[in-house]
């Protein structure tokens, strides 16, 4: 996944008239304002009610679901192998959101505050918080991307990481 495939999949769902946020590696990127890394794929929070939109959009754009894990997730995939992860939020009225996880008593909570934005080639995207970044990475043994994307925050933000 390049940043100019990260900027056309924005525009696509932007003239649909959805929110998303980047989120994962690219979210992480975009929070340092340089490609750091290179990307497998691009991990999309939207709003839940909102999913017949982006669905729809992504297809006219080529993309099919090739993973279902509902209501925590869920994949879809182009002719190009180009990969994008999304997480549907339903928002409250106070602006934070949550996420449904595999644990139902225990969902991923969004704070109003970590929806914020950052660049990808100069441009302005929305995305998640270096806070929220290092909340999502933690529970699970790091890979070497993690350890690399945990750094670059530390770096960038004096931010603490778990690893």
Same mark, same amino acid.
């Given at each position: 996944?390049t ?5 056309s999949?924005?525009? @696509?769902?932007?003239? %649909?008239?959805? /929110?998303?946020?980047i989120?994962?590696? &690219?979210?992480?990127d975009?929070? +340092? ?13 939207h709003?839940?009610n909102?999913?017949?939109?982006? @669905?729809?959009?992504? %297809?006219?754009? /080529? ?5 279902? &894990?509902?209501?925590v997730?869920? +994949? ?8 994008i992860?999304?997480?549907p939020?339903?928002f ?5 959101? @949550?996420?449904?996880?595999h ?8 704070p109003?505050?970590?929806f914020v934005?950052?660049t990808i080639?100069?441009?302005?995207v929305?995305c998640?918080?270096p ?6 990475h933690q ?5 070497d ?5 945990m ?6 933000f004096g ?5």
């Open positions: 996944m940043a100019d495939d990260v900027l999949i924005l525009a @696509v769902l932007r003239n %649909a008239d959805v /929110g998303v946020w989120g994962g590696g &690219w979210g992480i975009a929070l +340092v304002g340089d490609q750091t890394r290179e990307h497998r794929d691009l991990d999309l929070m709003r839940r909102q999913e017949p939109a982006v @669905v729809a959009a992504l %297809a006219a754009a /080529g993309f099919v679901e090739t993973l279902d &894990w509902r209501p997730r869920f +994949v879809v995939t182009d002719p190009l192998g180009r990969e992860d999304l997480h939020l339903t409250s009225t106070d602006g934070s959101a @949550v996420q449904a996880s644990e139902p008593d225990h969902p991923f909570v969004y109003a505050s970590c934005t950052g080639q100069g441009t302005t929305p998640l918080s806070e929220q970044q290092v909340y999502f529970g699970y043994e790091p890979a991307h993690d350890r690399h994307d750094a670059r925050l530390r770096q960038a931010i603490a990481t778990h690893f």
